[in-house]
């Protein structure tokens, strides 16, 4: 089976401006958790999506949202982007076990 | 709550000698303890997992985890590294029945030849 896959890998946006980043989980992997990879904070939860529904969210701004597709990809989108979150951003994957991560979208804000 | 304490951010090694990287967890409910490892510019890979039975549990790669639940441990060690070991390494737990993930702050593994 493939792995988590990211979309984009690199990002580098401007303050003030949104983005939107993709992920596709294994294949008849239902649920995906988001994490927030910084040197400051280390790697914090965002939110979990199973079956298209929000199941967990973390401590973020609501400027974090997600959603998820019947096919179970999700996407997750920063709104008026600040330099604070500059970060690396990770995917997971889970069956009945345990998490499969994807490599991450890098994003810079400058 | 669950928290999760990695207690060294950095650990240099010479390549072929032993090394233990200590995790320590805290929480009020049962709990279930991750070992992950991530390699540069890359995500993060399953290292190994304690779930319930055995508390020694061994990774494909020679690394092996002891959860000892007096002490609220899960320290990671490998009798001798290699270069290749040389990453980041995070200890996590998650709550039974949630997928949510609490990661310490991470441990640096640097093998010198």
């Known amino acids: 089976k493939a792995g988590v896959t990211q979309t984009p890998r690199y990002l580098i946006k401007t303050r003030g401006q949104q983005v939107t980043l993709s992920c596709s989980p294994i294949?008849?992997?239902?649920?995906v958790s988001w994490y927030q990879q910084t040197p400051g904070q280390g790697l914090q939860f965002l939110f979990e999506?199973?079956?298209?529904?929000?199941?967990n969210k973390g401590n973020f701004p609501g400027r974090f949202s997600g959603r998820q597709f019947s096919n179970s990809r999700s996407e997750m989108n920063v709104s008026t982007l600040e330099l604070g979150d500059s970060a690396l951003y990770l995917c997971?994957?889970?069956?009945?076990?345990?998490?499969?991560f994807g490599p991450g979208t890098r994003l810079t804000v400058t | 709550a669950q928290s999760v304490t990695q207690l060294d951010s950095q650990v240099p090694v010479f390549e072929e000698a032993p090394v233990e990287l200590r995790c320590n967890y805290s929480?009020?409910?049962?709990?279930?303890l991750f070992w992950y490892v991530q390699y540069p510019n890359q995500g993060l890979q399953l290292l190994l997992k304690?779930?319930?039975?055995?508390?020694l549990v061994e990774s494909i790669n020679g690394f092996e985890a002891e959860f000892n639940k007096s002490q609220t441990s899960f320290h990671l060690r490998k009798p001798s590294v290699h270069i290749s070991d040389t990453a980041e390494y995070f200890c996590?737990?998650?709550?039974?029945?949630?997928?949510?993930?609490?990661f310490g702050a991470g441990t640096r593994l640097a093998v010198h030849p």
């Open positions: 997971a994957s889970r069956d009945a076990g345990e998490q499969y």
């Open positions: 294949s008849g992997h239902r649920s």
């Open positions: 999506y199973f079956s298209e529904t929000q199941r």
């Open positions: 929480s009020s409910v049962s709990v279930y």
């Open positions: 304690y779930l319930s039975g055995s508390t």
């Open positions: 996590a737990v998650r709550r039974d029945g949630y997928n949510k993930l609490i």
